[in-house]
C-alpha cells in the first residue's frame, strides 16, 4: 500500500476536510480542516498504521491568511512511508485540537509549539512552557519577533 | 497512627548524573518515586530562530552545538535535508558518501562510548569510564585530522566534504576499527557477567513497545523494546543500503535491554567502518553544483569562475526552490529530523529540528514512577540524552 492509497482513502472518508494535496521531491503533503484534525489523526493512526508521530510544529506564514500552519510528520513503523499532515490556523484564533489523545508524543511537541510559536491546543492536558521561562512574554518563533528580543536595539553587527 | 504524606524534591539541574542541566521535580513516597515531572530549557539558544537568519551554508555550524557527543550525525542531517531540498541528492560523489557514512559510524562509537562510561559511573563502575573515555579519545583524534575540531566538527558541506581526509589516516581508522571489538569485549568483560550490574540494570526502567511507540521514542532506546526499525536499513540514506550489518535488537525493554542493544551496535558500527574503508576510492569529494558548493581554494585564487562563485556563494548563499521537506537520519540516540521550509530566498524560512533526546525524555517519568529513586539515575542513564539537542 502506498501513500498515494492512503490519500485516497483520506479524500473518499473525509472528502469534504481535504484541502490540498502536494508533491514535493517524493514527499507528500495533506492539508485538511483544523476542525477534523482529531479524527483524521485517529483513523490514519487505527486503520492506515501511522502508529509513529515523528514530529509535531507550526511554522509561522506572516502576511499570509491563514497565518499559522501546524505540520505533523507521520510515520508507518511497518512499511516505513512517511506522510505530512498540514493544518492551517487563522491569525484570530490560534488553536488547534490536542493530538495527544492519539499519539502520547504529541504532549510536548504541542508544548513547545505553543511555547515558541503561540498556538494554543484545546483539550491538552498540560498545557506550560517547555523552553522559555514560565514568565516569558511572546513567542519567539514568531515571524514578527524581533531576533534580538523584544524592546532591544537591533544587533548593528552582519548578520549574513 | 501515624500518618504519611509524599515529599517533593529537587534534582538537577546541577546534578552530576543529569548529564547536564536537567531538573526532575520527584514527588517521593519513601523511597518511591510517585511522580516525576522533567523541567527543561536551561541550555536553550534559540537554535531554530538563528538559522532563519542565515543562509544555508552559515547554518551548518550551529547543528554541531544541538548533539555535541554527535555532532557529525546532525551535520549529516541537515545537509542530507538541504541537498534534498535543492535537488541533488543523487550528484553527491560516491568518495564523499562514503567518507560520511564511515565518520558518521565513528561518531556513533563516540556517542555510545561517552554513554557506556557516563551510564557505569552513574551506577558505581568507576573503570569502565576510564577506559571508555581512552577509546573515545581516539575517535577525537581522528576527529581533530579530519576536521580540525575535537568536538564541533563542521566537517560535511551541502554537496559533499569540506576537504578530503588526510594522508595516512585511513590507516590509523582501520586500525582502530580492528581493534575496538577487542576493547568492548573489555566492557563486557567488565560489566555483561557482573552479577551487580546485572542486579542494578535488569528489570529497570520498563517500557512496553507499545507505549515507546506510543511516546515516540526512537533509536536504541525503542529497539530496547523489541521494535525492529533502523532508519539506516529501512529508509536508507548516503549509501547505507550498500553496507551488510545487522540492526540490533532486544526483548525485555528494560536498561539490561538496551544495554545489550548498544553494545551490538558499536560492534556492529566497526563492521560498517571497515566495510565504508573497503569501498573508499580516490575520487572527487563534491558535487558537480558550482553554483551550491564552495568551489576549492586553488579554483578560488586561479580562476575568474572560481573567485565569481566563491563571491556569490558567501555573499547571497544559493536560493533553492520554494517548497519543503523533512529528512532524518538514525542518530546515535534515535531519529533526528530537519524540516526545512524554503520561501525561495537564500535563507531557511523556517527549520524545525526533530530532537531525539528531547522525544525520548518524555518516557522518563513512565519508565521510572513505580520504582526506587536511585533507579532514576538508572533511566536517566539508560536513555542516553543530550541536554543540547533537548533545548535546543
Known amino acids: 500500500m502506498s501513500v498515494q492509497s492512503v490519500v485516497e482513502n483520506l479524500k473518499g472518508k473525509f472528502s469534504a476536510s481535504v484541502l490540498e494535496v502536494a508533491e514535493f521531491r517524493g514527499e507528500t503533503t495533506v492539508v485538511v480542516k483544523k476542525e477534523d484534525v482529531v479524527a483524521i489523526c485517529t483513523y490514519l493512526k487505527k486503520e492506515e498504521g501511522f502508529n509513529f508521530l515523528s514530529d509535531l510544529c507550526g511554522v509561522d506564514y506572516l502576511g499570509k491568511s491563514p497565518r499559522f500552519m501546524v505540520v505533523y510528520h507521520l510515520y508507518n513503523i511497518k512499511t516505513h512511508e512517511r506522510l505530512r499532515l498540514k493544518v492551517p490556523v487563522e491569525e484570530k484564533s490560534p488553536q488547534v485540537d490536542t493530538v495527544s489523545g492519539v499519539w502520547a508524543t504529541a504532549n510536548w511537541h504541542e508544548r513547545e509549539c505553543w511555547d515558541l510559536m503561540g498556538i494554543s491546543f484545546n483539550n491538552h492536558p498540560d498545557l506550560r512552557r517547555i523552553l522559555m521561562p514560565e514568565d516569558w512574554q511572546g513567542h519567539p518563533l514568531r515571524k514578527d519577533y524581533p531576533l534580538q528580543g523584544p524592546g532591544r536595539e537591533p544587533y548593528q553587527g552582519r548578520l549574513s | 497512627m501515624a500518618t504519611t504524606e509524599t515529599m517533593t524534591i529537587n534534582m538537577g539541574p546541577q546534578h552530576p548524573s543529569t548529564h547536564g542541566v536537567l531538573r ?30 542565515r543562509t544555508y551554508h552559515q547554518v551548518l555550524p550551529l547543528t554541531d552545538r544541538l548533539d555535541y557527543l554527535a555532532p557529525m550525525h546532525n551535520n549529516l542531517a541537515y545537509v542530507l535535508a538541504v541537498e534534498k531540498l535543492l535537488g541533488i541528492t543523487d550528484l553527491i560523489p560516491e568518495r564523499a558518501q562514503v567518507v560520511r557514512v564511515m565518520l558518521a559510524e565513528l561518531t556513533r562509537i563516540k556517542s555510545h562510548l561517552v554513554w557506556l562510561a557516563c551510564h557505569a559511573l552513574d551506577i558505581g563502575a568507576m573503570t569502565v569510564f576510564i577506559y571508555c573515555f581512552r577509546e573515545r579519545e581516539r575517535i577525537m583524534d581522528i576527529y581533530e585530522k579530519v576536521s580540525g575540531a575535537r568536538m564541533t566538527s563542521n566537517y560535511f558541506r551541502v554537496g559533499g566534504l569540506s576537504a578530503d581526509l588526510p594522508d595516512g589516516l585511513e590507516k590509523e581508522i582501520r586500525t582502530f576499527a580492528e581493534e575496538m571489538p577487542r576493547h568492548i569485549d573489555t566492557y563486557e568483560g567488565l560489566l555483561t557477567g557482573n552479577k551487580i550490574w546485572q542486579k542494578r540494570i535488569q528489570g529497570v526502567g520498563v517500557i512496553s513497545a507499545e507505549d515507546a511507540i506510543d511516546l515516540g521514542v526512537s533509536g536504541p532506546s525503542l529497539r530496547g523494546c523489541g521494535v525492529n526499525w533502523d532508519l539506516r536499513r529501512d529508509n536508507p540514506y548516503s549509501g547505507y543500503e550498500n553496507y551488510d550489518f545487522e540492526v540490533s535488537v532486544q526483548e525485555g525493554g528494560d536498561t539490561w535491554a538496551r544495554y545489550l542493544v548498544r553494545l551490538k551496535e558499536m560492534r556492529e558500527s566497526c563492521k560498517i567502518v571497515r566495510q565504508a574503508l573497503d569501498r573508499l576510492q580516490p575520487g572527487p569529494i563534491l558535487a558537480d553544483a558550482p553554483k551550491i558548493c564552495l568551489p576549492p581554494k586553488k579554483d578560488v585564487v586561479n580562476t575568474i569562475e572560481g573567485l565569481i562563485h ?80 533537548i533545548d535546543r
Open chain 2, 310 to 389: 566563491h563571491f556569490k556563494i558567501i555573499s547571497e548563499g544559493f536560493k533553492p526552490e520554494a517548497g519543503e521537506i523533512y529528512q532524518s537520519v538514525e542518530n546515535p540516540k534515535g531519529e533526528v529530523g530537519f524540516y526545512i521550509v524554503s520561501d525561495g530566498s537564500a535563507k531557511p524560512y523556517r527549520m524545525k529540528i526533530r530532537p531525539a533526546s528531547f522525544i525520548n525524555l518524555q518516557a522518563l517519568p513512565k519508565m521510572c514512577e513505580g520504582s526506587l529513586i536511585a533507579d532514576v539515575v538508572a533511566v536517566i542513564g539508560t536513555l542516553d540524552i543530550v541536554l543540547g539537542e
Open chain 2, 24 to 53: 526532575l521535580v520527584l514527588e517521593l513516597d519513601g523511597e518511591v518515586v510517585v511522580k516525576a515531572v522533567p523541567h527543561i530549557g536551561f541550555l536553550h539558544r534559540g537554535i531554530e530562530k538563528l538559522s532563519e537568519y
